[in-house]
Structure formats: structure tokens, C-alpha cells
T-cell receptor
Framework: AQSVTQLGSHVSVSEGALVLLRCNYSSSVPPYLFWYVQYPNQGLQLLLKYTTGATLVKGINGFEAEFKKSETSFHLTKPSAHMSDAAEYFCAVSVSGGYNKLIFGAGTRLAVHP | GAVVSQHPSRVICKSGTSVKIECRSLDFQATTMFWYRQFPKKSLMLMATSNEGSKATYEQGVEKDKFLINHASLTLSTLTVTSAHPEDSSFYIC???????????FGSGTRLTVV
């Protein structure tokens, strides 16, 4: 069965510092992987996704993630944090590949301080 | 881009009453929609998969008689919380498999408070 583990429920960085949010997945089929951001009392906004092809995926707002099959990881990075990046981030995997129901990780709350 | 409208954004109801939450795809047809529940500071828990014209598929542990899902058209899915109790208070989010690159489009969520 598919599952997602996000290491670190809270991450705090200084403005301008590297952001690294960790995600490991378990999937019995080639996965579709997603990173979403959620601001308080709002829905989810897609940052980026991996389906097939290039393993380094670039998304919105300067975020990128690399699919590493050997490590079953899909970590999210951003070279330089901005105050506006403070939010909740969710990694998700699509059940049985393709666009099916999503299984979400527990989420990581990113705090950015001056 | 694909837009999903979820209404209402907030609702307060009395214990024992029922509440309906609507999820509409505005510019595309959504054969499949999903309903999630999110507890405070927690992740999204999938409640059910809603398919147009057929019965919803509920996840294990979700009471189908309490959380009624109807997907009567290609643009509308509804979640009705029946005989609501305070423990049903939560943030409910819908999503749809959408055309284009994103794959999924999420509604903005509904904050349900049962008093």
C-alpha cells in the first residue's frame, strides 16, 4: 500500500536560507508524487509534481524537488527562503499510480524568521 | 485554469442538524471528486471518492450513513453531514481530477463548527 512520511513536523529557517523539506514514500507501482502548500483556512495549492520523465522537477515560487527512486524520496527544496513561504507543506502520492486518490503525509510547518 | 468552488467556506450548526457542503467544478467536467477531512494541525484524511452517476466509495472507518455523498452531475458533488455532533467539527476539503497539468484541483475548504 502507498504511504508517505514527512520527516520533521516543524522546520524553521532564516529568511534567505535554504529550505529543505523531506518526503519519503512507499509505493508498489511507479508513483505520481506531489507537493502542496496550504495557508491557514485555505485549500491546497500545487507546488510541483512528478509523474514521469525528468527526475528534477521545478515548481512555482522557486521550489524544486528531485525524485530519487533508489532512496524512495521526493524532498522539496528552495535555495532562499522568503517570509511568504511560511505555511504548511504536504507531500502526497497517488494510489496505484496515475491520477487516483491521494495519500498525504502528515505535513511540515515551515516557519521563516527574519 | 481549472477551478473548483466549495461552498460554504464556514458554517456553524447546532448539534443534531444536517449540513450540506457543495463542491463545483466551474470550467471543466469532473467525473471523479474526492472528499477530505482535516483536523487542526493535522494532515488530510481521505473520506471518500465520489463518482458521477454512481455510489461513492468510502474509506475504511468512514460512516457512509453519516457522511452522505452525492455526485449527481459532472460539475457538482455534495457532502452532507447528517445529525452533526461536535466531534464532526473539522475542515472539509474537496478536490477533483482536473484537465491540464495539475492533475487535481482543490476547493478552498469548509470550516464546520457544530455547537
Amino acid at each position: 500500500a502507498q504511504s508517505v512520511t514527512q520527516l520533521g513536523s516543524h522546520v524553521s529557517v532564516s529568511e534567505g536560507a535554504l529550505v529543505l523539506l523531506r518526503c519519503n514514500y512507499s509505493s508498489s507501482v511507479p508513483p505520481y508524487l506531489f507537493w502542496y502548500v496550504q495557508y491557514p483556512n485555505q485549500g491546497l495549492q500545487l507546488l510541483l509534481k512528478y509523474t514521469t520523465g525528468a527526475t528534477l522537477v521545478k515548481g512555482i515560487n522557486g521550489f524544486e524537488a528531485e525524485f530519487k527512486k533508489s532512496e524512495t524520496s521526493f524532498h522539496l527544496t528552495k535555495p532562499s527562503a522568503h517570509m511568504s513561504d511560511a505555511a504548511e507543506y504536504f507531500c502526497a502520492v497517488s494510489v496505484s499510480g496515475g491520477y487516483n486518490k491521494l495519500i498525504f503525509g502528515a505535513g511540515t510547518r515551515l516557519a521563516v524568521h527574519p | 485554469g481549472a477551478v473548483v468552488s466549495q461552498h460554504p467556506s464556514r458554517v456553524i450548526c447546532k448539534s443534531g442538524t444536517s449540513v450540506k457542503i457543495e463542491c463545483r467544478s466551474l470550467d471543466f467536467q469532473a467525473t471523479t471528486m474526492f472528499w477530505y477531512r482535516q483536523f487542526p494541525k493535522k494532515s488530510l484524511m481521505l473520506m471518500a471518492t465520489s463518482n458521477e452517476g454512481s455510489k461513492a466509495t468510502y474509506e475504511q472507518g468512514v460512516e457512509k450513513d453519516k457522511f452522505l455523498i452525492n455526485h449527481a452531475s459532472l460539475t457538482l458533488s455534495t457532502l452532507t453531514v447528517t445529525s452533526a455532533h461536535p466531534e464532526d467539527s473539522s475542515f472539509y476539503i474537496c478536490s477533483a481530477i482536473s484537465p491540464g497539468e495539475n492533475g487535481y484541483t482543490f476547493g478552498s475548504g469548509t470550516r464546520l463548527t457544530v455547537v
